[in-house]
């Protein structure tokens, strides 16, 4: 960061991209932590940005706008974990703009009302999610999950959300409560779903009013609505790669962020002179971001970025996505008008819907002309339609009018009837009464559900019980605590209710009666992970415990079922393969549970089997069809847009609604075509640094080092014009650095495959050569039965560079073979069985199997370099003995000469002859040079 200029550059190239913006904010690092938990700028560095710093610079003008009159937006935009929901809500002691906004406000609000007692404030607060196109109110959830609220459009407003309820605060604690209570709403869906944060759009709305009397003795009303945008991490709007999956990850994949690229895009243009439509009703979130984007409203945007190297294209796409916004010119106006001028509009406009609603005719500006070309039952539907949106707007005006003619002190009681008094009790039951909390891996969700545990059973499931959780693998009748009151501070047993209940204490499994202590860790099935509090057994032994945390309670789970820490892994990336565990789990119970007949394992995939020569082995995710035995391999993210997809899939299965989907739809099947990876050869260059033909049957190898087939390869040296050398011109060199700035010309050939797995079809071979920017591929192979390749190419270095020298002496050419799967012919395997009974034959066959040798690398490059150097080994000592017999020629002719001594030039040329048949053409200069006698 420089000034208000951003600096990205490409770890792969060093090549420097500059954005200018207004602010340009680095929270990377740099700062100190206050005694209260607060990040302040470290002394001596003056480039972190705190919390204050960015308010100041932003905040401060969202509330001058909101007391102006001025319709406010303030949205963040950027990759998950970048810093949106910091810089919005903030976390402990640094609060973020939304909190230190609201609190100013009152501030202000209390020092104008002594200056000024005759003008009324209003403030309104509102906070809703959009999940998949459905919009919820988080401070009054509806049990509708899964549709949400409708998007309405008004002439004057634009559109709204019809029944989304808005909370009269008097104070900033007030707000603050309302906070809670929608956090708390969103995450108990988040926690039902196992989600985070990232994956839905959060907006928070406050409308602040202004009463007075004007000049002229009449009552005006000066208002703005501030919207406070938290959006969805950047990263789901893109598309994993590959085509077959855009349908089946569309579900999963957050495409309202698409939607706004695009408005962004088109408002863009039109701010730069050209005319194209604005696509502001392709997503619920555009339509709701209208006024902010392109109408009435001052508009700031936070582009939150990553400073990680592997986050690259992330952020650059990011920077592009801010830059384009910057062009966006919106026109704000103060909303100020007489409050009975504003009564009077509304009663006018709703005479006028009601008289259309009355006669039953259609507005002929909505048609536009086509009624003529509409048939009777296009008719009727448009009539439905447009008279759910005249009922809609109807209510809407009637509420707009009801709320402007209560008083500010009906409005005030009604709220204080109204706050949280739920939540107020629990948050003072919590500090003596035994109780779980939730852990989430989103550190804002984390201890925001709270479960009260009464003395007696305490039932937990998703049915008829005193606690109920939703998520895979529960049961309706999952588990129970046992509260006993006795001294000195209570007994609390916890128990199965069903013997396929899974259960885990501490990350172990519990399948007897066991104590539950303070702090102690408890997951419900898959993914409901909570902690037990006991007050009464912390006051009474008094020691001082630190809180677990989801990363604390993942690790111990791990732990338990084998997985040690790994030293070739960096703490980001265990965390994230303990992360992996859990989310692969949660997938196979939700398999179980909708019988999806496939399971779903962790495999490590080493560089080699990615298509590369060196870097670290990477986590990815298989999935295995259980009928069939074919499987897939996908890497990380991938799985992960699968799994949210599942979810949404599974959420359908839970509520009884038609959750099967075709399958180019279905998260837990695979398209036919699915190209995958079959295995990978390891060709060594370094014959061709000796100018050495070689000849080789390599093994292939899946991803599991195992062999499974052969592919057979030749290495030869050539002319330019791709002719092989003969045995005659021979070029071998003994040391490489004498073909250094010498032209090299080779052909690699690829001659046939042979011994695969009879269920791959279509299959090829590809690889890349060290300069090649794309991949070489080979002809496509119907079947296993047919192994002819006779692929070929030929290279040219012309010259041969120190770099290309390095690479063919050191380096390995991956040579990856991929294909197609196809079903074994007499169909499903387990024909008799669901997907849970297969999985647990699966684990019994494991367990009573003795236990297996550990799987040795058949092959790798290490392997294959050894038997080139032993090769190039044979042919020096061959070369050497050559050269031996070459001397002892030599020195006969001189003596038969009679010459005993040999010029130094003959002797250099004689050595380095090519072939024996040169070196005999030189010697024939010994008998008649007289010279050398001497």
Known sequence: MEGPATILTNPQTGEEKRFAFDYSYWSHDGMIEQQDGYFSIAPNNSKFADQNTVYRDLGVGVLRNAWDGYNSTLFAYGQTGSGKSWSIVGYGANKGIVPTFAEQLYKEIDERRHSSPSTQYEVKFSMLEIYSEAVRDLLHPSDDKRHGLKIREHPKKGFYVEGLKTQFVDSYDAIEKQMDEGTLNRTVAATNMNATSSRAHT???????????????????????????????????????????????????????????????????????????????????????????????????????????????????????????????????????????????????????????????????????????????????????????????????????????????????????????????????????????????????????????????????????????????????????????????????????????????????????????????????????????????????????????????????????????????????????????????????????????????????????????????????????????????????????????????????????????????????????????????????????????????????????????????????????????????DKFVDDPADLLNQDLHFTLKIASISGLPPQYADMYVQYTMFFENESNRSAVISDTSASELNFSKQFSFMPLTKEVLEYLSTGALLLQVWGKQRPPKDGSLHKSKNTKQMIKSELMVLASAAPNEPIKKTVDIAKVTSQMKMHVTEKKLARLEEKMAQFRKMIEMAEKNQKPRIHVKILWDVLRAPTPEVADQVMTLIPFDNILGK
């Open 203 to 729: 907006i928070v709305g406050i409308t602040f009013v202004q009463k007075q009397k004007n000049e002229a003795g009449q009552e005006t009303a000066k208002t703005s609505v501030v919207n406070l945008v938290d959006l969805a991490g950047s990263e789901r709007a893109d598309s994993t790669g590959a085509t077959g999956d855009r349908l089946k990850e569309g579900a999963a994949i957050n495409q309202s962020l698409s939607a706004l690229g695009n408005v962004i895009a088109a408002l863009a243009d039109n701010s730069n002179g050209k005319m194209v439509k604005v696509p502001f009703r392709d997503s619920v979130l555009t339509k709701l971001l209208k006024n902010a984007l392109g109408g009435n409203s001052k508009t700031v945007m936070i582009a939150a970025i990553s400073p990680a190297d592997i986050n690259y294209e992330e952020t650059l796409s990011t920077l592009r996505y801010a830059d384009r916004a910057k062009q966006i010119k919106t026109v704000a106006t103060v909303n100020e008008d007489p409050t009975e001028k504003l009564i009077r509009e509304l009663k006018t406009e709703n005479e006028k819907l009601v008289k259309l609603l009355q006669e039953g005719n259609l507005p002929a500006d909505i048609v536009n002309g086509d009624r003529e070309n509409m048939s009777d039952a296009e008719l009727a539907e448009l009539r439905k339609d447009l008279e759910e949106e005249m009922k809609a707007e109807l209510e809407e005006n009637e509420r707009e009018m009801e709320e402007m003619r209560k008083s500010y002190e009906e409005k005030l009681e009604a709220a204080q009837r109204d706050v949280m008094s739920g939540l107020t009790e629990i948050n003072a039951a919590k500090t003596s009464t035994p109780h779980l909390y939730n852990l989430n891996m989103d550190a804002q969700l984390s201890g925001i559900v709270c479960h009260l545990l009464h003395p007696g059973e305490n039932k937990i499931g998703h049915k008829d019980c005193d606690i109920i959780l939703q998520g895979p693998s529960l049961l309706e009748q999952h588990a129970k605590i046992t509260f006993t009151e006795q001294e000195p501070f209570g007994s609390f047993l916890i128990e199965k209710l069903h013997p396929d209940a899974r259960l885990l204490l501490n990350g172990d499994p519990e399948t007897e009666v066991a104590e539950l202590h303070h702090y102690d860790r408890i997951m419900f099935g898959t993914t409901q992970l909570y902690v037990f509090v006991n007050p009464n057994e912390k006051k009474v032994l008094q020691q001082d415990i630190p809180a677990p945390t989801h990363e604390m309670a993942q690790m111990e789970i791990a732990a338990h079922a084998g997985l040690e820490d790994r030293g070739d892994l960096d703490q980001n990336s265990q965390q994230g393969l303990i992360e992996l565990i859990q989310a692969v789990e949660e997938a196979n119970s939700m398999s179980e549970e909708m019988d999806r007949r496939v399971k779903f394992d962790i495999v490590m995939l080493s560089p080699q089997a990615r298509g590369l020569t060196a870097g670290q082995t990477e986590d990815h995710v298989r999935m295995r069809n259980l009928d069939s035995g074919l499987e897939w391999i996908w890497p990380r993210q991938k799985f992960l847009n699968r799994k949210f997809a599942m979810q949404e899939m599974f959420e359908d299965f839970k509520e009884g609604e038609n959750w099967q989907l075709p399958d180019e739809q279905d998260p837990f099947t695979e398209t036919p075509d699915a190209e995958v990876y079959i295995g990978t050869s390891n060709l060594s260059l370094e014959s061709l640094a000796y100018h050495m033909a070689l000849e080789i049957a390599l093994n292939i190898t899946d991803y599991r080092d195992r062999k499974i087939g052969v592919l057979n390869v030749t290495l030869l040296p050539c002319n330019e014009n791709g002719s092989p050398y003969t045995v005659e011109q």
